[in-house]
């Protein structure tokens, strides 16, 4: 009789915890992320660059727990894409040189993305698992990226001689695909912070016709690196 007590009360604290844990209580989770990105020297274009500017990043994600160990989202947000050049030589009306100048190249004033995604989770819980405390996770994403650019130049002078400082791509689009990783600490049941590192491949045709088309078409790689909230609704 003591063993059969002891037996029904162990299942039915597992079956509690497997509850808890298969069931989470918050399925909803919304987030905030903000940080910085690099891009790799683009490829498929007449100008590239040889050199990666660091720009900022945000976005907004909203994520659906269908089970401790996997969820579902999407993913809206947005950089700058840009690289630049030394070794824009200036050569002077009477072919004298005047020297190496830096050359910017703009590929995109802003490239919005929007991308769902899926993460496999690996979850930290609290003692005797009332709550999920931390998450680790990694996934893969992919999507659309809308560039937007005034496809203009920018030109200076230097002694008097002009030279295009820099080079605005025209607007595009595209696919982009990436992969995640993070982590979330929980301070509580509802409110956490993230860290997320997310590589991204970038595949864009514009209609810049400048150039013999030239630059309708190239390709690079970004690298954001953000911190933000998230809220389980």
């Not at 909803?28 to 790799?40: A, E, M, N, P």
């Not at 500017?53 to 993913?75: H, M």
């Not at 950089?79 to 995109?108: C, L």
């Not at 209609?207 to 690079?220: I, K, T, W």
């Amino acid at each position: 009789m003591k063993f059969s007590l002891l037996v029904t009360c162990a299942l039915l604290t597992w079956g509690s915890l497997s509850a808890q844990t298969f069931q989470p209580e918050h399925r909803f989770i919304l987030g905030i992320d903000g940080g910085v990105s690099t891009t790799s020297i683009p490829r498929w274009t007449k100008y590239t660059g040889t050199n990666a500017t660091w720009a900022p990043y945000v976005s907004i994600k909203a994520d659906y727990t269908l089970s401790d160990r996997f969820e579902v989202g999407i993913d809206a947000g947005g950089t700058t894409w840009k690289t630049y050049d030394r070794s824009w030589h200036i050569i002077g009306p009477e072919t004298q040189s005047y020297g190496d100048q830096k050359v910017t190249y703009n590929f995109a004033d802003a490239a919005i993305h929007i991308m769902p995604h899926a993460n496999i989770l690996f979850p930290i819980y609290s003692p005797y698992r009332y709550f999920n405390k931390a998450d680790i996770y990694a996934g893969v994403s992919f999507g659309a990226v809308f560039t937007i650019n005034d496809g203009g130049t920018i030109y200076k002078s230097y002694n008097g001689v002009p030279y295009a400082s820099q080079i605005n791509m025209a607007p595009g689009t595209g696919f982009i695909a990436g992969v995640q990783v993070g982590y979330t600490h929980y301070f509580s049941d509802l409110f956490g912070l993230n860290a997320e590192f997310a590589p991204k491949y970038a595949n864009v045709t514009t209609n810049d016709r400048r150039f013999a088309d030239a630059n309708r078409h190239y390709m690079l790689f970004y690298f954001p690196f953000t911190l933000g909230v998230r809220f389980r609704l």
